[in-house]
């Protein structure tokens, strides 16, 4: 209980430094050029005439119904929280361009990509739930929440606090189901993906420049010498850098922040690799048998149907989604490993916690896919045949995540977050604290949370889409 206070104090404490200095931070940019006052290309979306939705919609309309009739079963409910645990590469970024479209359609309230300032969010979820209670009725939200990575995570506060409120619900007979899904990925696919996205390209550097650590050229010797350029610290190549990651999709399904050090440090810091792997395999696979839908990255329409049908989300087709590989490389999965059943062996002697998780967890979705029978198969097959039909469309419309634009976390009670200025998705009377908090706290700021053109945040009158999420 006392280190539990202590991390709470904490956590306030830096809710507390990033209201102070990043509100700052995101002002003196906006002041400093970024954009040129009236430019076309940077309006607000609003400005520039793009119809997007005014109001919350209170209901699916017919048309909506019917276009999703054939492959998504359930109406959309009064009140769901649906979490979607997005580790690097597992489709999680497909699932927030699905979130998002889904606010600003005004059907819900996104959270994410951090949860660093979970514990007054998460205030202002329990007060509505509290007051729903209170006068013998369900509250009227649905939340979206992506838990990616961050200082909070996933398995610590929050889902304590989500099993605190789920049984909350089912004392008092409230009909607003807590959905937590997940996708998990055969190991050595995990590690190509990952090496290529993020790692392969700082080898590449390194090799380049001499720069074996991150500073200085080449290493000398004593007498002033040129010496050998330093190691880099992912290693040479794919099989040096699998090797100091060992067990890396299970450590950061329990652990997201030790992504970072995968792929900035080629290492991933002592805290977020128990020693004991027994105990590491259950408190893995604790949290894991905690979650609703443990679905596959192969099979992600598959996953996604199933969590969508228990809490009614509305909007699922999206556009195919492949992110861009970073600093350029252009390499494939027979380029970093020439021999694929070599690599194989390698990780299945690096990762054993990762290939028991996907053992187990593969194994119970197939035959919970093979439980629904031929009647999903069709479903499945129906909506894969609609997000095929999407695309065109798609590709003439800006995503959700391009049209919003980075947005440090800051503090609730910052100008842009007035009431007035707010659209608030959420169907309660006290809801636009809550969406005042969200906003505060989360990583995009979206045009579509603010009345038209009612946002100060810009001195230029300028929307920068982003550029850090694709």
């Not at 979306?45 to 209170?58: D, F, H, I, M």
């Not at 597992?90 to 990509?113: A, C, H, K, M, P």
């Not at 593969?362 to 609609?386: D, H, I, M, Q, T």
Request: some cysteine; aromatic content about 10%; charged content about 25%.
């Amino acid at each position: 209980t006392h280190m539990r206070g202590r991390r709470e104090r904490r956590n306030r404490a830096e809710e507390a430094r990033f209201a102070k200095t990043r509100v700052q931070l995101h002002r003196d940019k906006a002041a400093s050029g970024y954009c040129t006052a009236g430019d076309s290309s940077n309006v607000l979306p609003w400005a520039s005439g793009e119809g997007l939705v005014l109001e919350p919609q209170a209901a699916l309309t017919a048309a909506t119904a019917a276009a999703r009739s054939n492959w998504s079963v359930g109406g959309l409910k009064r009140c769901a929280i649906i979490v979607d645990r997005h580790t690097h590469k597992n489709g999680g970024s497909t699932v927030r361009d699905i979130f998002l479209e889904n606010e600003r359609l005004g059907y819900g309230l996104y959270q994410g990509y951090t949860q660093l300032g979970w514990n007054s969010d998460w205030r202002n979820v329990r007060r509505l739930a509290d007051a729903a209670v209170g006068e013998g009725r369900t509250p009227s939200l649905l939340l979206m929440i992506e838990a990616h990575f961050g200082q909070v995570e996933l398995k610590d506060r929050p889902m304590q606090d989500l099993a605190a409120l789920r049984a909350f619900h089912l004392k008092h007979r409230v009909d607003c189901p807590i959905v937590l899904v997940t996708r998990v990925r055969e190991p050595l696919d995990y590690y190509l993906s990952f090496f290529r996205w993020g790692v392969a390209f700082r080898i590449k550097e390194a090799l380049a420049t001499g720069k074996g650590k991150g500073k200085g050229a080449l290493s000398r010797h004593w007498n002033g010498a040129a010496a050998a350029p330093r190691r880099p610290m992912w290693g040479h190549n794919f099989s040096e850098w699998a090797a100091q990651v060992p067990n890396l999709q299970s450590t950061i399904m329990a652990r997201g922040m030790a992504a970072s050090g995968a792929e900035y440090y080629g290492r991933m810091h002592g805290g977020s690799r128990p020693k004991n792997a027994q105990k590491a395999w259950q408190e893995l696979d604790e949290m894991l048998s905690a979650f609703d839908v443990v679905g596959t990255v192969s099979r992600f329409d598959e996953t996604l149907l199933l969590a969508a049908d228990l809490v009614g989300l509305p909007v699922l087709t999206y556009k195919y989604n492949r992110p861009n590989q970073k600093g350029g490389y252009r390499g494939t999965n027979a380029d970093i490993c020439p021999d694929r059943e070599a690599c194989a062996a390698l990780i299945r002697e690096l990762a054993p916690r990762d290939h028991r998780m996907w053992a187990k967890y593969s194994a119970a979705f197939e035959a919970r896919l093979a439980a629904l029978g031929p009647a999903f198969a069709r479903r499945v097959a129906g909506f894969k045949s609609a997000v095929k039909r999407a695309q065109p469309a798609w590709e003439v419309a800006p995503r959700a995540q391009t049209i919003c634009r980075y947005h440090p976390e800051t503090g609730p009670r910052a100008r842009e977050l007035a009431f007035p200025n707010l659209r608030c998705p959420v169907g309660e009377a006290g809801g636009k604290p809550l969406c005042q908090h969200f906003y505060a706290h989360r990583l995009f700021e979206c045009p579509w949370q603010y009345v038209p053109n009612s946002s100060l945040t810009d001195s230029l009158g300028c929307w920068r889409p982003s550029s850090g999420f694709l």
